[in-house]
């Protein structure tokens, strides 16, 4: 490509005529420096105030081009050599602190002849602070360095002249093109193998919480490559011509430049905020750009919120065309006229080459159902591999006949509710939908949580991509090779007489995401409308409302109580009513978690899960008239314990004197060979002064935590060491069971994992350092230290939400419950026991929950009296406590105004 000499132009803020004279009366460096510095802040001002992006870059390139001939000038040049401008910059685009891509080229391999020259003008632009690249060579060194690498005969298209002889660029581009070398079919085979090892490298997916948006898929680089390979076929050298030559349409030009604007404005205020050139969209910079691009917090989302939506719908619409448009290349111009095998489906769809294309490019004008009838066949047919670039192109231009008329037609109606129930590969035909706009056009409320994200490290994916996760992870329960991982799931969803409901309740579970209010119940709202325009029976409609109004509660129950009281799943119990509720409710929360954060599920919150189902369908076919007391759970563990002491030859007596005082707690939590274990120790140790540690794996056919039974005297104190100690070698407390007798004996039963989410029983070295560690700790607590300085990671450190704390009396267990949600952070249980203790207040159990960044704890509280807290002053100074210390520790101090954020309830 080649232009004419830039030095015909410069911008009109440049006074080319003083600065010549000031390059006459002064130092050049300085003289360059100051125009430099001076342009910049004036491109960044234009920026700044809403400047085209397009015009901007391309000036920034420009005014480049002058500096740089201006530079040249100031030596002595043949016409053998000149200056090009390549990559990037070759293109005229040039941002903030983006390299300056050069290459001198030479007529002949004469760089002795030229060495002095170019060593002085580079070192100069190196003086002038130019972040500059660049490369030395002849015309044949570019044709053999082309030839060998694609990267190079890339960089090579894209080149246009500075300074020098135009005639040097010109045979260079001559003997580099496609006619000589990287013939265009060749080409494209080439870029597209790099295409896909560089999406590889970012996960395949447009969805990173923190993209590259030059390299990662649906980023600048995918419309890059459209450019090279079009232009590389039909040798032209602008996007434009591409329209012309029939390759992109009107529309999907305006699309490639609109979307490739969007990504230049984030590029530009990106380079600006991180001051280099930064292509990664941190967390770290993802507030500060959405606001410098205009986008604020309203009621119902955060200003980020908005900008990271507006971004991933711009990558996908960007990765979408990047695969139409090169399956279209390789279709209608590599492959025509190659065509082997065509299979007609009906008057609308045959099969060319395993490919679905439409009989002509009228059918979706003459038979709109069509756009959904295809999917259809897509998940009817395993054998068709995908959809040709024809069709999709087809599907673009008339997706806009799906309007309120096509979605109220019967025959359209039946065609969704047929695809729901396909037998091959659903949520891959959804997601097709979703990439083409049409599940979007056709379930507009689905439309309103595309690209729909929510800032935090617990929701790693948008709405809509988040939503299709779950579904798949549904489908998938019927696959044999994950029974093996989720055998009540599989068993479950393999016995549905209606799967497609539970597929409904996932689509709309978390559909009303982003509107405000409690998405849950808008959802339900919203599913109801569905339900009734796609003829569902009444009782389908009111299960799948009442499974997506409730579809958090399972998740909550199994996490945040005590699954292990027999009051506690009677009330869950009640709520389900029967099994048919129960077990739709329990697919979609395993499926749903699956779909949130691959580090959410464990085998410990399984299990959880598990023992939540288990004991609540036994309840259920029970029946809920006549529900066991919790005595007759309490005697039986008690029984079972004894029975196996007394076979071990531990006396009754003995056992009396050790359980007189224990709440009957610890009998309906643990099992009752874990209690015999827990007592065999105590009795066996001499020395009462001597702490009692035992650690295991537990799980039935795999570890899923490792259990910690810790008896000590001065149990108030305990806690705050175990907790702080535990956090010193990084092992994180899943479940804390607390249990105290009246002499001040501790009874404390814990559940840990690493920080990879796995059990340590493994580790013979590292239990004997936790039960020395702790044993020193619990003897001597002066000795821990409870400001534990692990290191924060970086992307934990931009979550600066505030502290809250709730309370509320639990009249089961006569305690007091505090929910506490805050960033997590290294020492944070210890540090929230410590204030327990100022406070003068007994700790009976603890649940805790990490969620990404945050934290959302559950303490069970007595005062001195072991009596629930019940003083509101004494309520109000604890809760204030707790939200100043965490967030003053978090680096965010918290003024006593914002006392609105807690809420006690009584």
Not at 723 to 731: C, E, I, S, V
Request: net charge neutral; aromatic share 8%.
């Amino acid at each position: 490509m080649s232009s004419r000499p830039s030095e015909a132009w410069s911008p009109l803020f440049f006074d080319k005529k003083r600065f010549l004279n000031d390059l006459v009366n002064g130092e050049p460096i300085p003289v360059f420096r100051d125009a430099l510095s001076a342009a910049r802040a004036h491109f960044n001002n234009r920026f700044y105030e809403g400047e085209d992006i397009h015009t901007l870059v391309n000036e920034t390139a420009r005014f480049a081009d002058s500096i740089l001939s201006l530079a040249w000038h100031r030596y002595s040049w043949d016409t053998d050599i000149c200056l090009i401008a390549v990559g990037g910059y070759g293109r005229g685009e040039l941002h903030p602190h983006s390299d300056i891509d050069l290459l001198i080229l030479m007529r002949k391999n004469h760089a002795a002849k030229y060495q002095k020259n170019i060593e002085n003008f580079l070192a100069f632009l190196w003086d002038i602070q130019l972040k500059i690249g660049h490369s030395v060579r002849s015309i044949t060194q570019c044709t053999v360095e082309a030839k060998n690498d694609i990267t190079v005969a890339t960089n090579l298209m894209e080149t246009r002249l500075i300074c020098g002889n135009r005639e040097l660029l010109v045979s260079m581009h001559r003997k580099t093109g496609p006619d000589k070398i990287w013939a265009s079919a060749l080409f494209y085979r080439g870029k597209i193998d790099e295409q896909i090892a560089r999406h590889h490298k970012h996960g395949d997916t447009e969805y990173n919480l923190e993209p590259n948006i030059k390299e990662a898929p649906g980023g600048l680089r995918d419309i890059q490559l459209i450019n090279w390979t079009a232009k590389r076929h039909f040798n032209v050298y602008r996007r434009s011509h591409l329209v012309k030559e029939g390759f992109l349409s009107e529309e999907e030009y305006l699309t490639l430049r609109r979307d490739e604007e969007f990504l230049w404005a984030v590029r530009y205020g990106l380079h600006l905020i991180a001051g280099r050139g930064e292509e990664r969209l941190l967390f770290d910079y993802q507030r500060k750009l959405a606001e410098m691009l205009g986008y604020s917090d309203s009621d119902d989302k955060l200003g980020v919120e908005k900008f990271m939506q507006r971004y991933y719908q711009v990558v996908l619409s960007i990765r979408e065309l990047n695969d139409v448009l090169l399956q279209y290349l390789d279709e209608a111009i590599y492959r025509k006229g190659k065509t082997k095998k065509v299979v007609k489906i009906n008057d609308r769809f045959l099969i060319r080459d395993n490919y679905v294309d439409t009989v002509d490019e009228d059918v979706f004008v003459k038979y709109p159902p069509a756009l959904l009838e295809l999917f259809v066949i897509l998940g009817e047919n395993d054998k068709i591999l995908g959809i040709r670039a024809s069709t999709i192109r087809q599907i673009r231009l008339h997706r806009n006949l799906i309007n309120e008329n096509f979605r109220s037609n019967p025959e359209n109606i039946d065609l969704f509710m047929r695809l729901l129930k396909v037998p091959f590969k659903l949520s891959l035909q959804l997601q097709r939908m979703n990439r083409y706009g049409i599940l979007g056009l056709y379930l507009p409320e689905f439309g309103r949580i595309v690209g729909q994200t929510q800032h935090d490290l617990f929701h790693i994916y948008p709405v809509d991509v988040h939503t299709l996760q779950v579904i798949r992870n549904l489908r998938r329960f019927a696959r044999p090779e994950i029974a093996k991982s989720f055998p009540v799931a599989s068993h479950l969803y393999k016995n549905l007489a209606k799967p497609e409901l539970v597929t409904i309740a996932a689509l709309y579970h978390d559909i009303a995401k982003g509107r405000g209010g409690d998405h849950s119940e808008l959802g339900a709202i919203d599913i109801v409308s569905f339900a009734e325009r796609h003829g569902l029976k009444p009782e389908e409609t009111d299960l799948i409302k009442w499974v997506v109004k409730n579809h958090l509660l399972m998740s909550s129950v199994s996490q945040r109580e005590d699954t292990s009281d027999p009051d506690v799943i009677h009330r869950f119990a009640s709520r389900m009513g029967d099994l048919m509720h129960l077990e739709h409710l329990y697919l979609l929360t395993v499926a749903d978690i699956n779909a949130t954060n691959p580090r959410l599920w464990t085998d410990w919150k399984g299990s959880l899960m598990h023992n939540l189902y288990f004991e609540t369908k036994r309840v259920l076919q029970e029946g809920l008239a006549a529900p066991a007391s919790r005595m007759t759970w309490v005697n039986s563990a008690k029984n079972a314990a004894l029975e196996r002491l007394e076979a071990k030859g531990v006396g009754k007596s003995i056992v009396e004197n050790i359980w007189h005082d224990i709440g009957d707690e610890l009998f309906l939590r643990e099992r009752a060979d874990d209690i015999v274990a827990f007592t065999i120790a105590i009795a066996d140790n001499k020395n009462t002064q001597e702490p009692v540690v035992l650690i295991r794996d537990i799980g039935v056919e795999v570890p899923i935590a490792t259990q910690i039974f810790v008896h000590a005297r001065n149990r108030r104190k305990i806690f705050s060491v175990i907790a702080g100690t535990l956090d010193k070698l990084q092992l994180n407390i899943q479940d804390a069971r607390l249990q105290s007798t009246s002499d001040d004996q501790a009874f404390d039963v814990f559940y840990v994992l690493n920080d990879s989410d796995q059990p340590i029983g493994d580790q013979p070295e590292l239990c004997k350092k936790v039960i020395k560690e702790l044993k020193k700790g619990i003897k001597k607590p002066e000795s821990v230290n409870l400001n534990i300085q692990r290191r924060t990671s970086r992307q934990l450190k931009q979550f600066a939400i505030k502290t809250t704390t709730s309370l509320s009396n639990d009249t089961d267990t006569n305690t007091t419950m505090l929910e506490v949600i805050t960033p997590d952070r290294p020492g944070l249980l210890a540090h929230i026991s410590s204030i327990f203790l100022r406070f003068d207040l007994n700790l009976y159990n603890a649940k805790i929950a990490t969620l990404g960044e945050r934290v959302e704890d559950i303490f069970y509280l007595t005062n001195s009296s072991h009596q629930p807290l019940t003083d509101p002053h004494l309520n109000e100074e604890l809760q204030l406590a707790i939200c100043n210390e965490l967030d003053k520790r978090n680096n965010d101090d918290v003024d006593k105004n914002e006392l609105q954020q807690i809420k006690v309830r009584h």
